[in-house]
């Protein structure tokens, strides 16, 4: 009887010079027109033989992830029989998601995401700390008591895991909810390279704006299951997920509930995108029977499957 199969896509993070060098020219021709067609400059180029500083800003590195998460998927389904039961993303992997689930059109999901990188540069600048070994009560409150403060935004962004929460917002009222962490006990205290603050209130503007594009942009209801970042569920018609993709913009991403809803399958975990980040994720929560497509030994480790 076969697996239940959870295919997750990665966010930004993800994402390295060459990432596409695995593929064949002839698949990558596949996709080029219409990769060319949806973006004003040579993103396949770009991934192969770009500045890393380039590869790294958020408009760029938003469709060079989809585009190389979708790659992923279209050689696994189409050369294998193996498809998924659930699709997911973290953050951005949510709209490679709904690319796999045929939600989008590819050159729209492209123009999209590519808007959307285009927005959150656009934001208020801010920072990023990921908070190790700290329960998640304490990381609210500090957030709160900082934010109070200083009169400014910060908040829980990425609940990834029991042992890993990631707060973002404006930089004084981060570094104060630091601050009250390491009173507090918290020992490690990362903070991100990033100069964008997501998933918090200062990314209202890019969400406002994000949501004039999105009305026009024409979306059917996914092929497989697919659950939402905002709240681990899915959405019950196409306004309702074009809503929840709005509200992802300034809402934490919800991973903890997402592995929890799908580790209650007992199934198979498919990171389906360039790098590793979603397995270990998956791991501290305590999934099992993980694979990534970035192993290069996947075709072999997932055999069984087929």
Not at 97 to 110: G, N, Y
């Given at each position: 009887m076969p697996r239940h199969i959870t295919f997750a896509f990665p966010g930004q993070g993800s994402q390295y010079s060459g990432m596409l060098n695995h593929f064949s020219d002839e698949f990558l021709n596949i996709y080029k027109d219409t990769v060319s067609k949806a973006l004003d400059f040579d993103l396949i180029d770009l991934i192969a033989n770009g500045d890393e500083n380039d590869l790294n800003k958020t408009s760029i590195t938003q469709p060079a992830i989809l585009l190389a998460s979708y790659l992923e998927f279209k050689l696994i389904t189409e050369n294998y029989n193996i498809?998924?039961?659930?699709?997911?993303?973290?953050?951005?992997?949510?709209?490679?998601?709904?690319?796999?689930?045929?939600?989008?059109?590819?050159?729209?999901?492209?123009?999209?995401?590519?808007?959307?990188g285009l927005l959150m540069e656009r934001a208020e600048k801010g920072s990023m700390y990921a908070i190790l070994n700290t329960d998640i009560g304490i990381i609210n409150d500090c957030c709160l008591r900082a934010s109070s403060a200083t009169n400014s935004i910060v908040s829980p962004a990425n609940i990834n895991s029991p042992k890993q929460v990631v707060i973002s917002g404006a930089n004084n009222a981060v570094e104060l909810a630091v601050n009250y962490l390491k009173e507090n006990g918290a020992k490690k205290c990362i903070k991100l390279k990033v100069a964008i603050s997501s998933h918090c209130e200062l990314m209202v503007n890019a969400a406002n704006d994000l949501s004039s594009f999105i009305k026009n942009v024409s979306f059917s209801m996914p092929k497989y299951e697919l659950i939402h970042n905002v709240d681990s569920n899915s959405a019950k018609d196409i306004d309702d997920l074009k809503e929840r993709m709005i509200l992802q913009l300034t809402k934490p991403v919800q991973w903890v509930d997402t592995m929890n809803y799908i580790d209650k399958y007992n199934g198979v975990f498919i990171e389906c995108g360039p790098s590793k980040v979603l397995s270990g994720l998956a791991k501290a929560n305590n999934i099992d029977n993980i694979y990534s497509t970035s192993s290069s030994n996947f075709v072999n480790e997932i055999k069984e499957l087929i």
């Open positions: 498809k998924p039961d659930i699709v997911c993303g973290h953050s951005l992997g949510e709209y490679s998601a709904l690319l796999a689930a045929e939600c989008l059109a590819f050159e729209d999901a492209l123009q999209l995401v590519y808007k959307r």
